[in-house]
């Protein structure tokens, strides 16, 4: 029978998971040579290219709720939301082509 609580092992595994975030992010704060303007650290200076902002996108867009999320919500709404999908498409192809070149120009 499984039990609800945590054991040693996933306690020392939660420790060293916290501790090397921690770790890694004073060495990034002590050690860094250069300082960062507030738009060089928001904005990456304007300098990023598409990739790895889609990329980031994606990754916001495809978060643990929504992996787990989509199967109930198909299971509980039937097919309903497949329109969804259609919806996103088409206000990201509006947000590509209208709002976008209009921010760009704002910079």
Do not use: H
């Given at each position: 029978?499984?039990?609800?609580?945590?054991?040693?092992?996933?306690?020392?595994?939660?420790?060293?998971?916290?501790?090397?975030?921690?770790?890694?992010?004073?060495?990034?704060?002590?050690?860094?040579?250069?300082?960062?303007?507030?738009?060089?650290?928001?904005?990456?200076?304007?300098?990023?290219?598409?990739?790895?902002?889609?990329?980031?996108?994606?990754?916001?867009?495809?978060?643990?709720?929504?992996?787990?999320?989509?199967?109930?919500?198909v299971y509980m709404f039937g097919t309903m939301y497949f329109y969804?999908?259609?919806?996103?498409?088409?206000?990201s192809l509006v947000t590509a082509l209208v709002f976008m070149p209009?921010?760009?120009?704002?910079?």
């Amino acid at each position: 029978m499984a039990s609800n609580r945590l054991s040693v092992v996933d306690y020392v595994i939660l420790v060293i998971l916290l501790l090397s975030s921690a770790i890694i992010g004073v060495i990034f704060g002590f050690f860094k040579s250069s300082k960062n303007s507030a738009k060089e650290f928001l904005l990456a200076n304007g300098d990023m290219g598409a990739l790895p902002t889609g990329l980031s996108i994606l990754v916001s867009f495809l978060s643990a709720v929504t992996l787990l999320g989509t199967p109930s919500e198909v299971y509980m709404f039937g097919t309903m939301y497949f329109y969804e999908g259609i919806a996103l498409m088409i206000a990201s192809l509006v947000t590509a082509l209208v709002f976008m070149p209009k921010f760009r120009e704002m910079q």
